[in-house]
């Protein structure tokens, strides 16, 4: 079992950044894969960025390239989501998930919201 949780979330307006923070626990196997997701009032929960266990190797949604950025530090078990250039797009829920890759099992946070607003 992996528990995650998020923080960093809050009020920020059009244009602004923010670094959303996640804690990782339990037990950690060396092909940890870790994630950011995030889900609109009303829509579905998509993805937004990985950074892999192995090579820490980056991927992100095509919607957000060049705006946000995740990295993590393993030392410290925490992974971050800087984003930038948010939308005023109404509040949203950012979920940190962990890919225990060798099992394809996933684990998810409790969420952090952010809503981007004047």
């Known amino acids: 079992q992996v528990q995650l949780v998020e923080s960093g979330g809050g009020l920020v307006q059009p244009g602004g950044s923010l670094t959303l923070s996640c804690v990782y626990s339990?037990?950690?196997?060396?092909?940890?894969?870790l994630g950011w997701y995030r889900q609109a009032t009303g829509k579905e929960r998509e993805w937004v960025a990985t950074?892999?266990?192995?090579?820490?190797?980056?991927d992100y949604a095509d919607s957000v390239k060049g705006r946000f950025a995740i990295s993590r530090d393993n030392a410290k078990n925490t992974t971050w989501l800087q984003v930038s250039g948010l939308k005023p797009e109404g509040p949203a829920t950012y979920y940190c998930?962990?890919?225990?890759?060798?099992?394809?099992?996933?684990?998810w946070g409790q969420g952090t919201q952010v809503t981007v607003s004047s």
């Open positions: 950074i892999h266990a192995i090579g820490m190797t980056t």
């Open positions: 998930a962990a890919t225990w890759e060798s099992r394809a099992v996933t684990y």
């Open positions: 339990g037990h950690i196997p060396e092909d940890l894969n």
